[in-house]
Antibody, heavy 116, light 110 residues
Framework: QVQVVQSGAEVKKPGASMKVSCKAS????????LHWVRQAPGQGLEWMGR????????NYAQNFQGRVTMTRDTSINTAYMELSRLRSADTAVYYC?????????WGQGTLVTVSS | QSVLTQPPSASGTPGQRVTVSCSGS????????VNWYQQLPGTAPKLLIY???QRPSGVPDRFSGSKSGTSASLAISGLQSEDEADYYC???????????FGGGTKLTAL
């Protein structure tokens, strides 16, 4: 069965960087985009961008341009999302997900807390 | 300030039919299909509707979706207490070249 497993919770200081990993199994990792979506406490879903694991091509949401980098390692079916220059407003649960048509596979979410 | 506009809340009594609206524009809902997600507290979103009105396997037929022009709707018939959740619409935006979500609607079963 499909599994999408993310790395664990992190606490970061303002100005620091974070890097979350997302390991997929049970489907062909290189066939589908891998998206990153975040959700601040009590807030809605916000799309951050996507990477196509086969080519490495990325699309980033305008709100994160210049601060976000999405990469992948196809040898271990794992995607990464790095966000730099963190501020308190970046405190959120970060999800990775693969979707298309009836397919929709989400990780369990990674809570990142930015606090001094 | 979400690109897609949803009412923040909706409610109904058990057994009632409830609808949630999602308003977009000519760059997102107009030319593209809409997905709907259900999110229970503390869990990842679950796909309820894709391609405007299609249900993934396992989603009860109480849930239905529709789209007209630059708006979409999610309908839940025979409301149950377990349907209490947050609901989000989503679509690709051709101008932004990215996915956009609605702000979410919190559904309460009275």
């Amino acid at each position: 069965q499909v599994q999408v497993v993310q790395s664990g919770a992190e606490v970061k200081k303002p100005g620091a960087s974070m890097k979350v990993s997302c390991k997929a199994s049970g489907y062909t990792f290189t066939d589908y985009h891998l998206h990153w979506v975040r959700q601040a406490p009590g807030q809605g879903l916000e799309w951050m961008g996507r990477i196509h694991p086969n080519s490495g091509a990325t699309n980033y949401a305008q709100n994160f341009q210049g601060r976000v980098t999405m990469t992948r390692d196809t040898s271990i079916n794992t995607a990464y999302m790095e966000l730099s220059r963190l501020r308190s407003a970046d405190t959120a649960v970060y999800y990775c997900a693969s979707w298309g048509g009836s397919r929709s596979y989400w990780g369990q979410g990674t809570l990142v807390t930015v606090s001094s | 300030q979400s690109v897609l506009t949803q009412p923040p809340s909706a409610s109904g009594t058990p057994g009632q039919r409830v609808t949630v609206s999602c308003s977009g524009s000519s760059s997102n809902i107009g030319p593209n299909t809409v997905n709907w997600y259900q999110q229970l507290p503390g869990t990842a979103p679950k796909l309820l509707i894709y391609n405007n009105n299609q249900r993934p396997s396992g989603v009860p037929d109480r849930f239905s979706g529709s789209k007209s022009g630059t708006s979409a709707s999610l309908a839940i018939s025979g409301l149950q207490s377990e349907d209490e959740a947050d609901y989000y619409c989503a679509a690709w935006d051709d101008s932004l070249k990215g996915w956009v979500f609605g702000g979410g609607t919190k559904l309460t079963a009275l």
